[in-house]
């Protein structure tokens, strides 16, 4: 799994924007999503911050403490979202631009792959390490002799993930 903390700001408001949690609920959600749970020591300091940039609020029922989205923090998630999403559309320039995609059929199948995703906010987050292993490819692309093959490896990426979507799609 492609390191996915940068990610977590973006997936809690999310989270908490779709209806009110508990720390732990947050935890036991972001397991279930990427098939393992994050620990307490990377959500709750998250969490602390969220709540000094009054993005989410923070209400005591009991011992638990639930936890809800602001106003200013819907309007981060929504700059955060367009970010990824400008993220995404950069990574496709770039991979056309130094010819990694070459032909017609691996730019439209990168394109269906990119609303597919956009379109499923889950299927984006559960293929984080796409993103990871584009970027990567594409720097070992422009440092590196070995030009041709690193263009077969991004074919293979697309594809393989495109496999992914397709059963992650069926599964729901």
């Known amino acids: 799994m492609a390191d996915i903390k940068g990610y977590f700001k973006v997936i809690i408001l999310k989270k908490l924007d779709e209806k009110e949690q508990t ?14 749970k994050p620990s307490a020591g990377s959500i709750y300091p998250l969490l602390n911050y969220l709540l000094k940039e009054g993005h989410i ?6 011992r638990k403490k639930i936890y809800s989205i602001t106003k ?3 309007n981060a998630l929504n700059r955060l979202l367009q970010e990824k999403e400008q993220i995404m559309i950069k990574t496709v320039e ?10 017609r059929r691996e730019q ?8 597919q995703m956009k379109s499923r906010f889950e299927l ?19 440092t590196r002799d070995d030009y041709e093959q690193k263009q077969k490896h991004v074919r293979e990426i697309l594809q393989e993930t495109t496999k992914k979507l ?7």
């Open 23 to 36: 720390g732990y609920d947050l935890i036991l959600s972001l397991g279930e999503l990427f098939d393992r």
């Open 57 to 62: 609020t923070v209400r005591q029922d009991g």
């Open 72 to 74: 200013g923090g819907k």
């Open 94 to 103: 770039l991979l056309t631009l130094f010819g990694s995609l070459s032909g």
């Open 108 to 115: 439209k199948l990168l394109t269906k792959l990119m609303d």
């Open 124 to 142: 984006l987050l559960r293929n984080v390490d796409v993103w990871v292993n584009m970027k990567d490819t594409m720097i070992k692309l422009v």
């Open 166 to 172: 397709k059963k992650l799609q069926k599964e729901d």
